[in-house]
Nanobody
Framework: QVQLVESGGGLVQAGGSLRLSCAAS????????MGWFRQAPGKEREFVAA????????DYADSVKGRFTISRDNAKNTVYLQMNSLKPGDTAVYYC????WGLGTRIISDYEYWGQGTQVTVSS
């Protein structure tokens, strides 16, 4: 079992930055691939970014590529999402998720464990 707790969300103006953190406990964190997803009001949850266990392999949705950076610190059991040049369209609840099989895909059902989410609101 893995427990995930996100933090770092908030209200920011367009063009600003936020860094989300996701603290994991309850398992060998370093073996899991980690992902960030988001869900805006009235929309389906969507993939944002993923990172494999070594941190050398990452993947990004086209909508955030070049603006967001995913990273992890296995010693701290934490994964991060640095978000720069934020846009109003980035407004959503952001969730981190853990993939036991280490695939780090874009598919929601490949992730077995989810955090409770943190709200990110970008004002224009």
């Amino acid at each position: 079992q893995v427990q995930l707790v996100e933090s770092g969300g908030g209200l920011v103006q367009a063009g600003g930055s936020l860094r989300l953190s996701c603290a994991a406990s309850g398992a060998i964190f370093s073996r899991y691939a980690m992902g960030w997803f988001r869900q805006a009001p009235g929309k389906e949850r969507e993939f944002v970014a993923a990172i494999k266990w070594r941190g050398s392999s990452t993947d990004y949705a086209d909508s955030v590529k070049g603006r967001f950076t995913i990273s992890r610190d296995n010693a701290k059991n934490t994964v991060y999402l640095q978000m720069n040049s934020l846009k109003p369209g980035d407004t959503a609840v952001y969730y981190c998720a853990a993939d036991y099989w280490g695939l780090g895909t874009r598919i929601i059902s490949d992730y077995e464990y989810w955090g409770q989410g943190t709200q990110v609101t970008v004002s224009s």
